[in-house]
């Protein structure tokens, strides 16, 4: 068995290495393909590969939607498996994907709102109840999410994000980073334009992150950290078993391979799902631990059960990943 690695843009490239490193672990042969090569189509036809492992980087929208088009391609048109499945990465990084999903899914999520005109827009905000949360589309880690105090602070946004007098005019929302960590720069390639998307305000208790990837669940807490959870702080612990239920009842219904829900839990103790992702970061090859125990947690005879060991999530938790896949190629799951 031969399997093909998309790389593309160079800022992933460490973690289209980390696949490389997992099927060397595994004993799988591979080939790293250029997606963005003029030449892409050829080189995936003649690489003879049983399957395609994909990393995406999906931050701006152009990135997004050209990783749509040529993974559909790659699937339905050259009929080579992919993972994660094509509909989890459709929805990747897609935060107006998540509502609809969530709301159509039945799955807890706070009420949230996505405006396409900017007269609905400003509509909703005059009657709004604050704070709001305002998100863009794309972004990971928090930084594409605001909170909006007042209307006028509201008003202030849709103005930028549909234009002041017309939509041609639009500059959009521009955020701003620190270039070398001092020389503030605009975003401009990712100004948030035409849309808005809004989230009622919950006051959060902590916040969940539940994985599975195959056969195999983690959790951990994320402590808050500027009203949302940490990203580089995690507190272990058996993850809620209704929690690993929902994700478990989500990929099995859709047939999602390697999944991420991230929970926040309010001060009732009641749950909400904000974000969905197929692939995150896991670079602690610990993603899991009970009583300081690092493991994992299977289903074992209808319940949840933890398993201890070191090394299941390494290579960014790849291995899990190229080992399921294999599984599936070699019982023909993707032809069934």
Known sequence: MKLGILKSFQEIDDLVESYANACREVGI??????????????????????????REKANMDEYKQMYNERLWVIKEYLHIPIYPSWHE???????????????????????????????????YVKNAKYPLICKTNGGSAGSGVRKITSMREAKRLVNRIFGLVNPRLALGDI????YKSFIPIPKLGMAQRHYLIV???????????????GGTYAGYQRPLEN???????????????????????IADEEHFDSLSLDVLVDKQGKYYVTEMQSLYGSFNPIQC????????????????????????????????????????????????
């Open 227 to 249: 009203g949302h959870g940490s990203c580089d702080a995690m507190v272990y612990g058996f993850p809620p078993k209704e929690l690993l239920s929902l994700i478990k009842r």
């Open 289 to 336: 631990a009970v009583n300081n125990v690092p493991g994992r947690i299977i289903e074992k005879d209808g319940d949840f059960e933890f398993e201890e060991g070191k090394n299941f999530f390494v290579w960014n938790s790849n291995v899990l990943r190229v080992r399921d896949f294999v599984d599936k190629i070699n019982s023909g799951y993707y032809f069934q």
């Open 89 to 123: 990465l459709f929805l990747y990084e897609d935060k107006r994907m998540y509502a609809y999903f969530f709301k159509t899914h039945n799955i807890p999520t706070p009420p949230t709102h996505i405006f396409y005109r900017k007269a609905d827009a400003l509509q």
């Open 199 to 213: 989230q009622d305000f919950i006051d959060i208790e902590t916040e969940w992150r539940i994985i599975k990837i």
């Open 175 to 178: 955020r701003w980073v620190k």
């Open 29 to 54: 042969d591979y080939v790293i393909l250029d997606l963005l090569a003029d030449t892409w189509i050829d080189d995936i036809k003649n690489s003879r590969v049983d399957g395609i492992l994909v």
